[in-house]
T-cell receptor
């Protein structure tokens, strides 16, 4: 079983619609969680951290469910510019503050 | 402000040739540094990380090596490249002052390596 699993997609989303997807992680000792965004042939960039109580940043909402070991990302009012691959990232708090990346969920927003 | 540089941006090398990729960070001191590889259509795989000069931890067995000759310089090398070494190589750093599990890493622009 992969440490961090994501549905690869693609999620084809009409412009203005809402899309949500999850990520599951296997290490129950994981301490911190992030969503990164990666555009085609570019480096990943932090979209948002995920806090235990859930958090929102504009049109983006992230949730953490420690009991079921998953995190989610919801995008409201999708824009064409939201088309990207969204990477779920987990830090188990081990030496070196290493991150474990999911394979990414591809989102395509269409007019 | 802090910035991270990688070069070259793209590289095409024959099988069996050597490799040297460089990553430098500006505007910080004593960062954690990381090398990742992303194969085509795949997720990021951590290759090496370093918590200080001369300190290298290897995450996966392979024909690559890493070195940290200076505080803000991280080098990825190979003596003989394999076809399977093709991929997108990303360097990342974690600020010293934020060495807590809830802080993110910042990525360089990456080097796209094609081994033929």
């Amino acid at each position: 079983r992969k440490e961090v699993e994501q549905d690869p997609g693609p999620f084809n989303v009409p412009e203005g619609a809402t899309v949500a997807f999850n990520c599951t992680y296997s290490n129950s000792a994981s301490q911190s969680f992030f969503w990164y965004r990666q555009d085609c042939r570019k480096e990943p960039k932090l979209l948002m951290s995920v806090y235990s109580s859930g958090n929102e940043d504009g049109r983006f909402t992230a949730q953490l469910n420690r009991a079921s070991q998953y995190i989610s990302l919801l995008i409201r009012d999708s824009k064409l510019s939201d088309s990207a691959t969204y990477l779920c990232v987990v830090n188990a708090g081990a030496a070196g503050n290493k991150l474990t990346f999911g394979g990414g969920t591809r989102v395509l927003v269409k007019p | 402000s802090q910035t991270i540089h990688q070069w070259p941006a793209t590289l095409v090398q024959p099988v069996g040739s050597p490799l040297s990729l460089e990553c430098t960070v500006e505007g910080t001191s004593n960062p954690n540094l990381y090398w990742y590889r992303q194969a085509a259509g795949r997720g990021l795989q951590l290759l090496f990380y370093s918590v200080g000069i001369g300190q290298i931890s290897s995450e996966v067995p392979q024909n690559l090596s890493a070195s940290r000759p200076q505080d803000r310089q991280f080098i990825l090398s190979s003596k003989k490249l394999l076809l399977s070494d093709s991929g997108f190589y990303l360097c990342a750093w974690l600020p010293t002052a934020r060495r807590r599990a809830d802080n993110e890493q910042f990525f360089g622009p990456g080097t796209r390596l094609t081994v033929l």
